[in-house]
């Protein structure tokens, strides 16, 4: 038999860092002072292992602005921004902090209210790092808030974040402060990236709710299950000190572990970037009930926060209403 019929096929959504010659392409561009040693390093970690764990300077006083932002939106509860537990989101009009602020929350696109938000997710280095990982200009599509650990299943962002090209996608999750067992730390998998992926119906692996039924979600996570069994890798926990970021590639399975105690916090933020060429536009929907008819509006924007060459999407529930599904 011919040789590429042996082949398996590639994954979808290859970058450049997936390739069989990413170490020579590293080498290539630090030779070229295109990156420089630590980035090199960084790189290669990220194409082995699908993750590498940077630093960046967050100061207390940082984390506590934050703090207070968030106190604020409990109080203050504008409809243009979105907290939920599972997909889709609510407006923050419709929370109550004493029944809705508890383990598992989070909140969307807390940069567009938060000027310590923003900073952080227009960091430099991030940035740097999630453009050179592309390949190409990237932009922070989503921001999200926990307060308390997730707790949610391994699961890879590339399967769940739809972008507009497949697998144009990286993730850096930002401790916000120093992170403990007791609070259900964020759990990975490393070398998951180099999984196959489970395809709902042939060419999809993407999961869509309005068209996937919960028998494909179980098909799914008992496939990833039984990849993982079978590959014997282990899941770690990223127990982080704050300022610690652990910037990951779209296919690495990670979730968050159980907390042993709910109530402790694990403040962290992270930003979901995509390629700004591929993903022009930022859409969001959100549950609620109008004229006494429950559903989801969808909303988009193309409005875009920029500073020193990094740049995030505007709040998309400020941005364009589209349909009701």
Request: proline residues 6%.
């Amino acid at each position: 038999m011919l040789s590429f019929l042996r082949r398996k096929p590639k994954n979808p959504g290859l970058i450049w860092l997936d390739e069989s010659d990413a170490k020579r392409s590293i080498a290539e561009k630090q030779r070229h002072d295109e990156i420089n040693e630590e980035e090199a390093v960084n790189l290669r970690k990220f194409a082995e292992d699908g993750y590498f764990i940077t630093r960046i300077d967050l100061p207390q006083n940082v984390a506590d602005d934050i703090d207070r932002d968030v106190d604020r939106l409990w109080r203050e509860k504008p409809a243009t921004l979105a907290y939920a537990y599972d997909s889709p989101p609510k407006r923050f009009s419709e929370s109550d902090e004493a029944n809705h602020r508890k383990p598992r929350y989070r909140i969307h696109e807390l940069h567009t209210a938060s000027s310590a938000a923003r900073n952080l997710v227009l960091h430099p280095l991030l940035h740097r790092y999630a453009s050179t990982i592309l390949g190409e200009t990237a932009v922070a599509t989503q921001s999200l808030y926990f307060e308390y650990g997730s707790q949610q299943a391994l699961h890879r962002d590339s399967t769940v974040v739809p972008t507009p090209e497949f697998g144009r996608l990286v993730a850096a999750w930002i401790a916000l402060e120093d992170i403990t067992p007791e609070s259900g730390p964020l759990a990975y998998v490393p070398g998951s990236h180099k999984f196959p992926f489970y395809e709902f119906r042939p060419g999809e692996f993407v999961y869509n709710p309005v068209v996937h039924t919960a028998a494909d979600v179980e098909k799914a996570m008992t496939f990833y299950s039984d990849e993982l069994k079978r590959s014997k890798l282990p899941v770690r926990q990223f127990l982080a000190r704050r300022g610690e970021v652990l910037v990951w590639h779209s296919a690495l399975m990670h979730g968050g572990a159980e907390a042993i105690t709910p109530e402790r916090t694990r403040k962290s933020l992270v930003v979901h970037y995509s390629s700004l060429r591929h993903h022009p536009t930022r859409l969001c929907a959100v549950s609620e009930e109008i004229d006494g008819v429950a559903g989801e509006s969808v909303f988009e924007t193309s409005e875009l926060i920029e500073e020193g060459g990094a740049i995030a999407f505007a709040d998309p529930l400020s941005g364009k209403f589209l349909y009701r599904r």
